[in-house]
């Protein structure tokens, strides 16, 4: 497992309070166990650069922000990221595992904002080195389930409200059905089954 799992580029993406952050760490943790050399990135973040453009993006007083301003932001905090980070960890066979990618901004601005995940795709293709990782792994759970999980303050997005949040998450049923490389896994079970079955999912795919 250790062999095939070098160099691999893998996403856990996912409606707003579906666990991937918790889910991040646990598969990490695994990767780690069976010997793979792993680096964790936020998406959008972890660069100076995209923690910036992160705090634009998700402060409540921009309110007013288009979808084409957010899409394009993300995008920009992306590409840095795959600049800084990402692509030097490729370039050393680590495996790098992503709390959120491309699947996001085609759920979130492609879908739920209306942009067009096409697109989206298209944006990304022509502005990123590498537009898809090797597997994204959606944790999929009903937004009655997330709004109760999401305590305390909302940020921007979060506080978008359960159509634009229930658009999102179709968004990402209907990427994955577009796509073989996007895997769906039902996260509304304990966090235990959960990593479980990503687990399971990692196993097959890279068998
Ligand atoms: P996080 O809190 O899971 O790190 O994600 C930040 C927020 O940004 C979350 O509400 C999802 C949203 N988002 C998009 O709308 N488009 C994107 O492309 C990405 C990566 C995140």
Redesign the pocket.
């Known amino acids: 497992m250790a062999n095939n799992l070098t160099g691999k580029f893998l996403v856990l993406?996912g409606?707003?309070g579906c666990g991937?952050?918790s889910q991040c760490e646990l598969l990490a943790k695994w990767l780690s166990a069976q010997g793979v050399s792993v680096e964790c990135f936020?998406?959008?973040?972890t660069t100076a650069i995209g923690e910036k453009i992160?705090q634009i993006?998700?402060s409540v007083e921009h309110e007013s922000m288009s979808t084409a301003a957010?899409?394009l932001l993300?995008?920009a905090?992306?590409a840095q990221l795959w600049k800084e980070d990402i692509k030097p960890a490729l370039s050393e066979n680590k495996c790098v595992l992503l709390?959120?990618?491309?699947?996001?901004?085609?759920?979130?601005?492609g879908r739920?904002?209306g942009f067009g995940m096409e697109k989206i795709i298209q944006i990304a293709e022509d502005s990123l080195e590498r537009a898809w990782p090797d597997l994204t792994i959606i944790l999929d759970v009903d937004v009655e389930t997330t709004s109760k999980r999401l305590g305390g303050e909302l940020?921007?997005?979060?506080a978008?409200g359960q159509s634009y949040h229930e658009k999102?998450r179709e968004g990402f049923l209907g990427l994955a059905k577009q796509r073989d490389d996007v895997v769906v896994v039902d996260a509304g079970q304990d966090i235990q089954a959960v990593g479980e079955n990503i687990i399971a999912i990692i196993e097959s795919h890279f068998k």
């Open positions: 993406d409606p707003d991937k952050s936020r998406d959008p973040g992160r993006l998700l957010e899409l993300y995008m905090a992306r709390d959120r990618w491309l699947s996001s901004t085609c759920a979130y601005q739920a904002g940020d921007r997005m979060e978008k999102v």
